[in-house]
């Protein structure tokens, strides 16, 4: 009787930061490619040594190494760099450069809105998206713009910063321009430094710049969207934040709200209301989206979150982040 030859398993190495993996449910990963015959490796060391054998591809989630390049993070970029030269037959599966795209909220914010426009322009959908509108503060003179350009409150502030550290996480949601000058707000965005640097044209400096969004309802839905290349594309329906407005129901303007978005307080997750108008993303929607930024990224693993504004009745993509957690 002849032997069935079976296919040879295919060997891929992971890297990342250690405490992403809990989050991924890695065994259940794990066990999944077993049974396509697939081996993960998870790389711990911080350098690919030749005696852990041959790899078929690579994933290298490096973001937090790339955007806060230490002397130590410096060197894991660098033994991935300098293992992929060496073994030329040996592919990672999103390069390197590639995931510079998402560490900075002002490129990725212009890069949506050009997605978002293509999509707009070109697509059967009856222009689906209308993001928030968005602009970036150097320092506090900035601020005028705010009203210049016809921002509506509430707005949504974080850092540029999209990743690196637990303070890339920080959001403020502010009510009324007057709650820029607060201590509060000084201090809440100026952890790195703890001083605001003096400058001619302003009153204090931001410790690093900061985006500033349009807050936009949403009746408390977020559509998180994962994808594994444009054939794989999942979308999950989670809660998120309450409905916001600038003033509350004697009139009065709403106290500012701090949060990080790795621990959102209860108290501000919203109860979406029975009578809600949110639609899901149709199918068609989810492709013609995930195409579009798997194309202008140059990556296959992502996470996009996007929310239909209920106001303007458009989709808004609000965050893309590479390799998330799948969970």
Known sequence: MEQVK????????????????????????????????????????????????????????????????????????????????????????????????????????DLLLRVETEINDSSTLDKPFQSPKFLVLEDSSDISKIAAQNFQYPLIIKTLAACGSLESHDMAILFDSSQFHTQEFKDFFGKKTRKYRKSANSNYEFASELLVQ?????????????????????CVKRPSLLNLYKTNLNG????????NSQTIPKEVIGKTPEDSQVIPPSAELLNTLTGAVIHHLGMHLLGVDIIYCVDEKKYGIIDVNYFPGYG
């Not at 349009?214 to 559509?223: A, G, P, Q, V």
């Not at 009065?252 to 949060?259: A, D, F, M, Q, T």
Request: net charge negative; no cysteine.
């Open 6 to 109: 079976t296919a040879p398993k295919k060997r891929v190495a992971f890297y990342m930061l250690e405490k992403k993996y809990p989050k991924m449910r890695w065994p259940e990963i794990v066990e999944e490619a077993e049974k396509k015959n697939i081996e993960l490796v998870q790389v711990l060391t911080k350098e690919h040594r030749e005696n852990e054998g041959h790899y078929d591809f690579i994933v290298a989630k490096l973001t937090d190494e790339l955007s806060n390049e230490t002397p130590e993070n410096l060197q894991i970029i660098e033994s991935v760099r300098k293992f992929l030269s060496s073994h030329k037959d040996v592919k990672i599966l999103d390069p390197i450069e590639n995931q510079r795209g998402t560490l900075d909220r002002q490129i990725m914010n």
């Open 252 to 259: 009065e303007v709403n106290n500012p709200i701090y949060l």
């Open 214 to 234: 349009e807050y936009k309802n949403h009746d408390s839905i977020i559509f998180k969207i994962y994808t594994i290349g444009k054939d794989a594309v999942y």
